[in-house]
């Protein structure tokens, strides 16, 4: 049980175009899903909280109207990166919390390369 | 605020020695503490977790960690290792449940035979 989704894999893009990225639970509903960016080599940084149906928190230095989050339901949350850039190319993990939220059960993870 | 720090960004032992990951924390409430594993490419994988009672916590593939509150650790340990334990391990802490995560930089485990 807990598994988490993320759909793409790996993605591709020009420079100037958006890029949606989606992360599901897949067998429990996530009251809270977070999102965060690991760049090579180094630790996840959290970028974002989501909740249900309400907007998500970003954390200091995230750009909101850049990186847009949407959790329409309790099984799905979305990650848009408009107009993306080189330098936003990273692994963009997501993961949700299910039951008390103790554990955050994450994605397996999208790798985003802005050309 | 809290935060983590992994001691030794990279360590190597041989299959079937003790493996020691350490991971030291600040908190001003009690903390949930994690250890993920990340394998190449791919998500965080649940290894352990404290959150309140018996401080040495059993968790998957044979790792346990301890929580010790006098010395704020919670090292990972591994009596035996084995090949497929090279990765890399990250110890996390949060406040309380349903919050974000606060994760060390990583440790890189290599095994060699």
């Known amino acids: 049980g807990a598994v988490v989704s993320q759909h793409p894999s790996r993605v591709i893009c020009k420079s100037g175009t958006s890029v949606k990225i989606e992360c599901r639970s897949l067998?429990?509903?996530?009251?809270?899903m977070f999102w965060y960016r690991q760049f090579p080599k180094q630790s996840l940084m959290l970028m974002a909280t989501?909740?249900?149906?309400?907007?998500?928190?970003?954390e200091q230095g995230v750009e909101k109207d850049k990186f847009l989050i949407n959790h329409a339901s309790l099984t799905l949350s979305t990650l848009t990166v408009t107009s993306a850039h080189p330098e936003d190319s990273s692994f963009y993990i997501c993961?949700?919390?299910?039951?008390?939220?103790?554990?955050?059960?994450f994605g397996p993870g999208t790798r985003l390369l802005v050309l | 605020a809290q935060s983590v720090t992994q001691l030794g960004s990279h360590v190597s032992v041989s299959e079937g020695a003790l493996v020691l990951l350490r991971c030291n924390y600040s908190?001003?409430?009690?903390?949930?503490l994690f250890w993920y594993v990340q394998y190449p490419n791919q998500g965080l994988q649940l290894l352990l977790k404290y959150t309140t009672g018996a401080t040495l916590v059993k968790g998957i593939n044979g790792f346990e960690a301890e929580f010790k509150k006098s010395e704020t650790s919670f090292h990972l340990t591994k009596p035996s290792a084995h090949m497929s334990d090279a990765a890399e391990y990250f110890c996390?802490?949060?406040?309380?449940?349903?919050?974000?995560?606060?994760f060390g930089k990583g440790t890189t485990l290599s095994v060699s035979s």
């Open positions: 993961s949700a919390t299910t039951g008390k939220g103790e554990t955050q059960y």
């Open positions: 067998d429990f509903q996530a009251t809270t």
């Open positions: 996390a802490v949060s406040d309380q449940a349903g919050t974000a995560l606060i």
């Open positions: 908190s001003s409430v009690p903390p949930y």
């Open positions: 989501s909740n249900e149906g309400s907007k998500a928190t970003y």
